[in-house]
């Protein structure tokens, strides 16, 4: 029974991040998610059945569409894959439960908010703010009433947080480094996991985060002579964002135990 749970969680998976990735091109242009059907976005074609199964198609196609034969991303696959692993991931973890479902939405939601910070610098309004309510519901759902307002008071806590280092960081720098989309998705992760965990992936998502700058500041340092033209690394915004999603991911999988080794230090 169990592997062919696990099987049909891995197809599962497939059919969501086929979806996710349609919401990733579409949402940050504004366009509807359900019409168009799944069209090439570089001609308009629309794509047939066999050309649209997520990662088979992709590779039986060698990464082209075969309308114009325009470069598919390597992002279809990449998020098609990672959805799936996640949703076995959620399965194996947490077993035939609520909580596997509950976990899946959530995945697909941080998976969905990194890929589009990373590509347009945007978190849309149509994943943070359904990804609120719907943490709120499955808290009421897993742990009652009283526990579902409870998440409603540490999202809005943990939008505060984001506003104040953003207040913060406006009065020494002048210049914007958290977005409000960062508010609203700390208060979606807060509304799902709980006040430790979203201390513990705020701080995962700024210590990653500043790591990749620096890390990043100093390829662009070396690579300088290379690329004379490129643009320094201080003056592009970085994703904080999809720094918090990963964190956030990994909190669902890891956190529990990472906070029950930080805290034995104080024992
Ligand atoms: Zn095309």
Excluded at 49 to 57: I, T
Aim: net charge positive; glycine share 8%; charged share 10%.
């Amino acid at each position: 029974m169990a592997p062919l749970i696990a099987i049909f969680s891995v197809l599962f998976g497939l059919a969501f991040g086929s979806f996710l990735n349609v919401c990733i091109s579409r949402l940050p242009r504004h366009t509807s998610i359900v019409s168009p059907g799944s069209r090439c976005p570089a001609c308009g074609t629309s794509i047939s059945p066999r050309d649209n199964l997520p990662l088979l198609s992709w590779f039986l196609l060698g990464g082209r569409a075969r309308c114009c034969n325009w470069k598919i991303p390597v992002r279809y696959p990449l998020i098609e894959l990672a959805t799936a692993l996640l949703f076995v991931l959620c399965y194996l973890t947490f077993g035939l439960t609520l909580t596997t479902a509950g976990m899946a939405l959530f995945c697909f939601l941080l998976l969905g908010l990194a890929a589009m910070d990373a590509e347009f610098l945007l978190l849309p309004d149509a994943f943070t703010l359904p990804g609120i309510i719907l943490g709120i519901l499955y808290t009421g759902i897993v742990d009652g009433v009283r526990a579902a307002a409870w998440s409603f008071v540490y999202a809005l806590l943990a939008a505060l947080l984001i506003l104040l280092v953003r207040g913060g960081y406006w009065l020494v720098r002048r210049r914007e480094g958290m977005g409000l989309g960062d508010a609203k998705l700390l208060a979606m992760i807060a509304a799902w996991l709980g006040p430790e965990q979203a201390l513990l992936v705020f701080f995962l998502g700024i210590v990653s985060g500043a790591v990749f700058g620096l890390l990043a500041a100093a390829m662009m340092h070396i690579c300088r002579s290379a690329y004379p033209d490129q643009v320094p690394i201080r003056h592009r915004a970085l994703p904080f964002g999809s720094f918090l999603c990963a964190a956030a991911l990994y909190a669902i999988f890891a956190g529990a135990q990472t906070l029950k080794w930080y805290l034995h230090f104080f024992h």
